[in-house]
Structures are given as structure tokens and as C-alpha cells.
């Protein structure tokens, strides 16, 4: 089971803005760890889209940024495109599992 | 081009055993930690186990600890886990993926991924 929270879906026209949020606790995010984001397209293996709580990797659009405070993240996507349409999921390091965790998963919606 | 290619995934009786493959490419291997992580049918993300460069520390998921073991050999960039009393619940896509972090980094990250290998529990 997930000790990272993300809402099920989220949905938005082609040109806004949507958010995802991610929250955790005191022994993960909360604790100061880092958190990244991945997109998966459909049937495909998961891409790194964000690292350390708000850096882009090489290649990755600028319309996609993240944020962290206290326990919680969120993934922004401005400018929302029809090749969004993914599922996103967050992952930091818990320490009580003394492992890494994932959230729980978020559809993106492109109407 | 950072590749990595898994195979070994199939049908397998619950309590049977499984040994899946990681061919690495494109990068020195033996610098990188190195992970598997699963997803099950219509599920999100696991982090199963991952491994340091030498091999000398390995860590696992609590629901796979006694059960599976991760290793690797650095002369053939691979990396391998041997699944055994594999159960229903252990049916997923396994993704090999390589461990990142930067000089900030307070939390390893996951920056490049195979295609993944199905597993299927079933009798």
C-alpha cells in the first residue's frame, strides 16, 4: 500500500493549468526527503519528469514544475497538451520502511 | 544511449521460482546503484529491492524479504532477481531501473527504466 497520496484523476482543457498533489508524513516528505515525478504513458515504462522536489531533466518541457512544503508536493502542468494525457506518480524515501515509496497515482485527463 | 533490456517473465504456479534479467547498456554499470520496481495489473508503482555497485548491500520491500534476492554481475552489466514462493500478488510488470542522485539528492531517484517483464502467478 502507498504512503504517498495523489488524487485518482485530475482533468483540464488543452491550454490549462492542472495540479497534483502528493502528500506523505513526518517519516517521508515530511522529514525532509526529496520527491520526484513520473509519467507514464499508456503501456509504457515510467519516465523521470521531475527530481529533487523541482528540476527538469534534459529534454523534459518547461511547462511541467514541482513544489514541495512541509509533508506535501504537487506537479504543475501549464499549457496542457493532448500528449499529457499519463498517469503521474510521486516517489520519495520513507524511513520508517527504510525504503522508497511511491504515490499512489494520478490520471491526467485531457478533455 | 542508456539501455536497459529485461526479460525472464511468465507463467509461473503459485511456489514456483523465477529469475529475471536486466541487460544494461550505454553506461558504466558498475558505478550506479540498481533497482527493481513492479507494477501490477492496472496498479501503481512498488519498489521491490535495489542494490549497490559491489553488491555488497542490498535492500528489499518487507512483502518480498525471504523470498526474492537481487545481485548482479558487473563483468556481464546485468542485473538479476531470483523470485521464489512467488504468490498470486506477485503478479506484475517488473522494470529494471537505474539509481540517480545528485550532490543534493535526500532521496535516490529512478532516472532511466526498461520496458519491463509480466509475471503470472497462476495455477
Known amino acids: 500500500q502507498s504512503v504517498l497520496t495523489q488524487p485518482p484523476s485530475v482533468s483540464g482543457a488543452p491550454g490549462q493549468r492542472v495540479t497534483i498533489s502528493c502528500t506523505g508524513s513526518?517519516?517521508?516528505?515530511?522529514?525532509?526527503?526529496?520527491v520526484h515525478w513520473y509519467q507514464q504513458l499508456p503501456g509504457t515504462a515510467p519516465k523521470l519528469l521531475i527530481y529533487?522536489?523541482?528540476n527538469r531533466p534534459s529534454g523534459v518541457p518547461d511547462r511541467f514544475s514541482g513544489s514541495k512544503s512541509g509533508t506535501s508536493a504537487s506537479l504543475a502542468i501549464t499549457g496542457l497538451q493532448a500528449e499529457d494525457e499519463a498517469d503521474y506518480y510521486c516517489?520519495?524515501?520513507?524511513?520508517?520502511?527504510?525504503?522508497?515509496?511511491f504515490g499512489t497515482g494520478t490520471k491526467v485527463t485531457v478533455l | 544511449e542508456v539501455q536497459l533490456v529485461e526479460s525472464g517473465g511468465g507463467l509461473v504456479q503459485p511456489g514456483g521460482s523465477l529469475r529475471l534479467s536486466c541487460a544494461a547498456s550505454?553506461?558504466?554499470?558498475?558505478?550506479?546503484?540498481m533497482s527493481w520496481v513492479r507494477q501490477a495489473p492496472g496498479k501503481g508503482l512498488e519498489w521491490v529491492a535495489n542494490?549497490?555497485?559491489?553488491?555488497?548491500?542490498?535492500y528489499y520491500v518487507d512483502s518480498v524479504k525471504g523470498r526474492f534476492t537481487i545481485s548482479r554481475d558487473n563483468a556481464k552489466n546485468s542485473l538479476y532477481l531470483q523470485m521464489s514462493s512467488l504468490r498470486a500478488e506477485d503478479t506484475a510488470v517488473y522494470f529494471c531501473?537505474?539509481?540517480?542522485?545528485?550532490?543534493?539528492?535526500?532521496?535516490?531517484?529512478?532516472?532511466?527504466w526498461g520496458q519491463g517483464t509480466l509475471v503470472t502467478v497462476s495455477s
Open positions: 531501473a537505474r539509481v540517480a542522485a545528485t550532490a543534493t539528492t535526500f532521496a535516490p531517484f529512478f532516472d532511466y
Open positions: 550505454g553506461f558504466t554499470f558498475s558505478s550506479y546503484w
Open positions: 542494490i549497490k555497485q559491489d553488491g555488497s548491500e542490498k
Open positions: 513526518s517519516s517521508n516528505i515530511g522529514a525532509g526527503y526529496d
Open positions: 529533487d522536489n523541482n
Open positions: 516517489q520519495s524515501y520513507d524511513s520508517s520502511l527504510s525504503g522508497y515509496v
